[in-house]
């Protein structure tokens, strides 16, 4: 009897323990805020935690660089000093201008523009309760003040400069972007296979998911309240990073004003977009690429393909989605809400 | 066994059953599962099997069911008594009148348990008309064999003092 | 115990059982949801009362049931459990916290059960 009470005992107990150890490797989660915005962190492997920290710690340092909304940091003493002259700055924001250039020069300006500050201090979109339509004469007065090329970069000597005063850079546009690829190259440094990002709506997949599929990453439905998606894309190894009118904006007299600014008009895009996303191997340039957005579906397109690499996806006002030829196969229409249109030919 | 002797033998056994189940309630159960408990009842009923006839079983079963329901666990639970203790005294009783070369008491008792606990799993979920059969059932069925085997061995003890002191027997 | 008292139907019997047991467990490992998206539900009388994205709890909620037996549900972000009960054996309340996929607590008594549902998530995280 007691043999047999043991055979029993062994027995189910080795099952038991073969049915823990067949369970799915396990992540660490981690939520953190910087860079005003929530930053969700899934990492696979192991000293996962500490290198979440490591990476939260990366953010906020680049985030203390590159802020124009509270004081110090080098972003500010670059704009203090506009029109004085070349200032010294951290190699850190050198690389973050010198990218920006980079991808303003894709679109001569047309879509990114870093300089472009004055303008959104003016309009000031989603930071008062009261919104108002600024007066035309002192939007016309800031547009000239608008150019990127007048940020003058001194690479050897780690020093910047804006040419005129009054001008303004505002690294806000690609600042969660370079993140993500800072943050990633922590996870890579460390050893991660597998991991992902999300820097308030920038997502940043390292690798693929532990086991070996792709990452699937949903697309946010651009007028649903409750964050609903309207799609999903697959993705190894990618950045995932969407710009559109939903974010920041307000409404008066039934028209939308989104916080992107037209750099070339200095009003709110208008340009029958609801958003862009781009899918591309560096978060910096999805973000960049992401304000082709500004620029509305033809032009938009024509940017993405110019640049290569990077496939996209956009949403009109109407409600069609667009995709480029080289994401067919990875995007997925999932639309609870049945309003959108899938555009597989155009 | 005279009827008489029956009837007050058939009665000890009723009062027994209802003493011990009520004693039952009190002991707390450290297992957080609904139908794990120690079942000491059973001893009555396999002491009732070996000594009475199936009428006789059935009748102290329903009766211990009835009073216990009515003083503690409210109506709602009668169901779930008298199916499991039925069912259970029914499969016992098959064992032991049909099949005693190959069972020994404690056996028997188990094989109660098991059936006990299976009966009222799969009424419990009939009534939430959720099918928590097979969440439960593995727990519901070590516990059967554990309680099966306590309440087998005193059963064991308990016939087999009885059978040497011819407590049932018309001479005493 | 003494080998000896064992009789073949005995053997048997708790082959048959320990093999059944066995069976079981593994067929609730493998059949369980494996997903990490967790959603109750409540249930009574056969009836779903609520149905709860556990995920998306932020603030502790209380779900009362004040007809016939008394009871309280608590849910927190990620887990829920019975609260209080006016049930005789409180099993219930004794279930503590139900925290994954496949966890269930039942009131007998009460005809009130709650359950978690794992659900695999659609997606790993979501641009916006």
């Known amino acids: 009897m007691k043999k047999y009470i043991c055979f029993m005992t062994i ?295 110019r640049y290569g690499q990077a496939e996209a996806i956009f949403i009109t006002t109407d409600k069609k989605i667009y995709v480029t030829p080289g994401l067919r196969g990875n995007f997925r229409l999932e639309d609870k809400s049945h309003e959108y249109t899938y555009v597989e030919e155009r | 066994m005279n009827k008489n002797k029956k009837i007050a033998v058939i009665i000890i056994l009723v009062c027994n059953a209802i003493l011990i189940s009520l004693l039952e309630l009190i002991i707390p159960i450290p297992i957080p599962v609904p139908g794990v408990k120690l079942g000491l009842a059973n001893i009555i009923t396999l002491i009732a099997i070996v000594f009475l006839d199936l009428k006789d079983v059935l009748a102290i079963v329903l009766l211990r069911c009835l009073v216990v329901a009515t003083l503690s666990k409210g109506l709602m639970m009668l169901l779930f008594s008298i199916s499991g203790g039925i069912s259970s005294a029914l499969v016992m009783w098959l064992l032991y009148k049909k099949m005693f070369g190959l069972f020994s008491i404690k056996g028997i008792s188990i094989a109660g348990a098991v059936v006990h606990n299976t009966v009222q799993i799969i009424i419990a979920s009939y009534i939430l008309k959720e099918p928590i059969v097979f969440y439960y059932l593995p727990i519901l069925l070590i516990s059967a064999i554990v309680t099966g085997l306590i309440t087998g061995s005193i059963s064991d003890l308990t016939i087999k003092e009885i059978r040497k002191r011819e407590i049932f027997s018309d001479s005493v | 115990m003494n080998i000896r008292m064992l009789k073949k139907g005995d053997l048997i019997l708790f082959l048959g059982v320990g093999l059944i047991i066995v069976l079981l467990l593994l067929w609730n490992n493998l059949s369980t949801a494996s997903g990490n998206h967790l959603i109750a539900e409540v249930r009574k009388d056969g009836e779903l009362v609520k149905k709860i994205d556990l995920d998306k709890v932020s603030e502790p909620e209380h779900i009362y049931f004040e007809e016939g037996i008394h009871q309280t549900i608590l849910v927190e972000k990620g887990r829920i459990r019975f609260l209080e009960s006016d049930c005789r054996d409180k099993i219930c309340v004794q279930a503590g916290w139900l925290t994954k996929a496949g966890d269930k607590a039942v009131c007998m008594p009460a005809k009130t059960i709650i359950k978690i549902n794992g659900e695999s998530q659609q997606t790993d995280s979501i641009a916006f």
């Not at chain 1, 690294?171 to 597998?194: H, Q």
């Open chain 1, 11 to 305: 027995l189910l107990a080795s099952i038991l323990l073969t049915a823990c150890s067949i369970g799915q490797v396990q992540s660490y989660k981690s939520e953190g805020f910087a860079l005003g915005t929530i930053i969700n962190q899934e990492i696979y492997g192991a000293n996962a935690q500490q290198i979440s920290e490591e990476a939260m710690t990366r953010i906020k340092y680049l985030e203390d660089l590159m802020t124009i909304n509270a004081p110090g940091g080098d972003v500010n003493k670059l704009n203090e000093h506009a029109g004085q002259g070349f200032v010294a700055l951290n190699p850190e924001t050198i690389s973050v201008l010198k990218t920006a250039r980079k991808i303003s020069d894709l679109s001569e300006g047309a879509a990114f523009d870093i300089t472009v500050a004055p303008l959104v201090k003016l309009w000031n979109i989603g930071q008062t309760d009261n919104p108002a339509v600024p007066p035309a004469e002192a939007i016309k007065k800031l547009v000239p003040l608008v150019n990127y090329r007048d940020v003058q970069i001194d690479e050897a000597n780690n020093q910047a400069s804006l040419a005129r005063a009054g001008q303004m850079v505002d690294l806000g546009g690609i600042a969660k972007g370079y993140a993500g690829d800072g943050v990633r190259e922590i996870y890579r440094k460390n050893g991660v296979k597998s991991a992902i990002i999300n820097l308030g709506g920038n997502v940043v997949a390292l690798g693929s998911k532990p086991d070996g599929s792709a990452w699937s990453i949903g697309i946010q439905d651009p007028r649903s309240e409750t964050g609903e998606i309207v799609g999903i894309v697959k993705v190894t190894d990618k950045a995932v990073v969407t710009s559109g009118d939903y974010q920041r904006y307000f409404e008066l007299d039934g028209k939308r004003y989104c916080h992107i600014i037209d750099p070339h008009t200095g009003y709110p895009v208008d340009s029958g977009l609801m958003s862009v996303t781009i899918i591309t191997s560096s978060s910096t340039e999805a973000d960049g690429l992401s304000k082709a957005f500004v620029l509305g579906l033809d032009k938009g397109l024509e940017l993405v393909q």
